[in-house]
């Protein structure tokens, strides 16, 4: 059987100043016909990509993009084609949004993308348009000094200077489970308040057990993890270091994963560092949105996109930047 040929999109993830994102009805005749999308088209051979994207979104919305940045690729094999959906982000373009092509249109909140039909090579590409471009990461007790009951306060106080939408992770191996249930209801208050999602990093059954709406899995819980149903709440995401682990996250369904360590970190002196190439080759690989992890910080968000992550994962220059 000849191997299918391979059609090269570019597509966007288009960002009002409201938050909200753009998507399009797909006409009934075309593949995949009826469903919604995220507005682009096809890559012409010697096309640059961003030359494409510009063209279709003037031809498609009648808007100019004025910036753009990678976000997300992704290869998907239907039936009877293969796809690669070059995602880019674009916050900035002008003009005024309209269905040049008489296709319908709309402006949704990035939480409300799930109430629409997509297909299904769009799945990580909604993902990645809910997450932030940041995972922050609790630091260890330890590097306080602090007891349980200071360490709550000294979180309370790092996230409330946190931006709303940002995207948290609570990782406590020092605590045992009553005294890091505490801490995480009272965590999850003060999120609340503050629109910022709460990520819990412990065991399934304790995630379970609290009633967690995000949990993330160390390399180590994800090998034992059966099915994705296990976990009962919405949103799945794991620690991967390699391919095997990054095959099982995407098996088992994850939302998205942290891949590590990218540079060296004080917390693992010496210790082999994946680097941005090997990086970029293991995200050319995936179908979820990638934090890359281990020793960076905001100043290497670019550097990140440009190798196809999602963004930036920290722990220690988060913690250390107060």
């Known amino acids: 059987m000849p191997e299918m040929k391979l059609v090269h999109v570019a597509a966007a993830i288009i960002v009002d100043s409201e938050g909200r994102v753009l998507i399009a009805r797909r006409d009934a005749s ?20 961003e030359s494409a994207l510009a063209r279709e979104l003037d031809e498609e919305l009648g808007i100019q993009v004025e910036s753009a940045r990678p976000q997300i690729r992704i290869t998907h094999h239907y039936a009877d084609k293969s796809v690669l959906l070059d995602v880019w982000r674009v916050e900035r373009f002008s003009g005024e949004a309209h269905g040049r092509e008489g296709q319908p249109i709309r402006w949704v ?17 909604v993902s990645a348009a809910r997450l932030p471009d940041r995972l922050f990461i609790t630091g260890n007790i330890a590097e306080l000094g602090a ?14 200077q946190l931006p709303a939408d940002s995207l948290v992770m609570l990782r406590a191996p020092e605590l045992d489970d009553e005294a890091f249930s505490r801490c995480y209801y009272r965590l999850l208050d003060v999120c609340e308040e503050c629109g910022i999602a709460l990520v819990l990093n412990s065991s399934l059954e304790l995630a379970n057990t609290l009633g967690a709406d995000r949990l993330h899995l ?28 990054l095959d099982r996250a995407a098996q088992l369904g994850a939302d998205f994963v942290t891949l590590s360590p990218v540079a060296p970190t004080a917390s693992h002196p010496g210790a082999p560092v994946l680097g941005w190439n090997q990086f970029w080759q293991l995200t050319e690989q995936s179908t979820m949105p990638i934090y890359a992890l281990g020793g960076l910080s905001d100043e290497d968000l670019q550097e990140a996109w440009n190798h196809g992550a999602q963004g930036v994962a920290s722990i220690s220059s988060w913690w250390g930047r107060f």
């Open 147 to 160: 007891s349980s009951d200071q360490y709550e306060a000294e979180l309370v106080r790092r996230i409330r």
């Open 30 to 49: 075309q593949h995949q016909g009826g469903l919604w999308e995220f507005p682009g088209g096809k890559v012409e051979k010697g096309e640059a990509v």
């Open 109 to 125: 909140a990035p939480s409300a993308l799930v109430d629409f039909e997509f297909p299904a090579a769009n799945t990580p590409i």
């Open 218 to 245: 160390s390399a180590r819980r994800l090998k034992s993890l059966h099915t994705r149903s296990q976990f009962f709440g919405r949103w799945l995401s794991a620690s991967c270091h390699n391919q095997e682990e």
